[in-house]
């Protein structure tokens, strides 16, 4: 959590898109307040898939418009 708290940090990143999470334990309000973002949309782990985060700033306009923990694109 530090390393990737310092890299977006150092880059400036306005969206961060993390994958492979495999943890349950951060809520969106934990996203938001350890990386100084605007907002956050997650996708828990389940079983064997991982979870995911869709982070950004303010700099940006994000709308998530459809999410499923059952979509699979081969």
Known sequence: MHHLHRLIACT?????????IGSNKFSVRDLICNFNVYDSFIVPA?????????LWTEDVQVTVIKS???????
Do not use: C, H, P, R
């Open 46 to 54: 389940n079983d064997i898939s991982g979870g995911l985060w869709f």
């Open 68 to 74: 499923s923990s059952n979509i699979y694109l081969s």
């Open 12 to 20: 400036k990143a306005k969206v961060i898109f993390v994958s492979e």
